[in-house]
């Protein structure tokens, strides 16, 4: 191909495991001796590498002793090439070499705005009711209830144990009182709690 420089061949190579410098000597050698195919290259750049001393060519009529046959040659790797030459599509991301900016700027695009936390009295805890609600509560009923707690951004619970935060009691609370003891959990009457969430309450 020809190359950015004039008079300058571009070879262009996939190479591994050898020397830029191996390489060209194989080349070089390969097409003097008329054989140049891949086997050949790689034979006698091999060689070159074992020898680690680059063979000179012979001279040629017009050109000074000492001199090789062919040009200076630019060695450029096959992968390397392509992905110099490769254009950038707006809007995505190059398959490689990965670049961890451009998926960052492409992750924010697509990542669903962060949910605001809860600010209400019970943000953060989980609360049991416990027993017959009466009073400022008592036209609410088990399910009532659970929806009151969400509302004020708390967590509804079943049974006292370990995570439990609070425990809301009316009549005929039961044996939860005892589990909530036992965990030193805290415990409110229906009054308290109803002045708690107050805000919440129709």
């Known amino acids: 191909m020809p190359s950015s420089e004039p008079g300058t061949p571009e070879v262009l190579l996939l190479g591994r495991h050898m020397n830029h410098e191996h390489l060209v000597a194989g080349l070089a050698t390969a097409l003097r001796a008329g054989a140049f195919t891949a086997d050949a290259v790689a034979l006698e750049a091999r060689k070159a590498a074992e020898a680690d001393d680059l063979p000179s ?5 017009g050109h000074p002793p000492g001199q090789s046959r062919l040009p200076r040659s630019k060695v450029t790797f096959l992968a390397d090439w392509r992905m110099s030459r490769r254009r950038p599509t707006p809007g995505r991301c190059p398959r490689w070499p990965p ?4 998926y960052d700027t492409a992750a924010q695009a697509v990542r669903p705005p962060a949910r605001e936390k809860p600010t209400g009295p019970l943000a953060g805890k989980t609360v ?5 609600m009466t009073g ?3 036209s609410y009923d ?3 209830m659970t929806q009151l707690i969400k509302d004020a951004s708390g967590k509804p619970g079943r049974d006292v144990t370990s995570k439990t935060h609070l425990l ?3 009549e005929r609370a039961g044996s939860k009182v005892s589990k909530a003891e036992k965990h ?4 409110l009457r229906e009054e308290e709690f109803a002045v708690l969430v107050a805000e ?3």
């Open 200 to 202: 919440f309450t129709s």
């Open 184 to 187: 030193t959990i805290a415990v």
């Open 142 to 144: 088990r399910v009532a």
């Open 99 to 102: 670049t961890t900016s451009c």
């Open 57 to 61: 060519s012979p001279p040629v009529s």
């Open 136 to 138: 400022p509560l008592a």
């Open 168 to 170: 809301v009691v009316g």
């Open 128 to 132: 049991v009711v416990s027993g017959t």
